[in-house]
């Protein structure tokens, strides 16, 4: 699944502390962010329901603020 983190990131994320873990975090999040978004995109390239294609658009505006919000956090370290 697109944005899911590996074993081996969780393990690092697992083991960091202070700035380091904020980083990783952010990173790791963002990238799972985009894997949602790219999974909105094959709903709505691809579904029929409206109702599901209603609530795909709800979660690509969420997570691509989400995204944003991520990405000056992590500017800001």
Do not use: C, W, Y
Not at 42 to 64: N, P, W
């Amino acid at each position: 699944m697109p944005g899911m983190a590996t074993p081996e990131q969780m393990r690092r994320l697992r083991a960091a502390r202070g700035a380091e873990f904020d980083r990783l975090f952010l990173t790791l999040m963002i990238t799972h962010h985009q894997g949602a978004l790219t999974m909105v995109k094959d709903v709505l390239g691809k579904g029929t329901d409206v109702l599901i294609q209603d609530l795909a658009l709800d979660v690509r505006a969420s997570q691509q603020a989400e995204i944003n919000r991520m990405r000056a956090l992590a500017a800001e370290l």
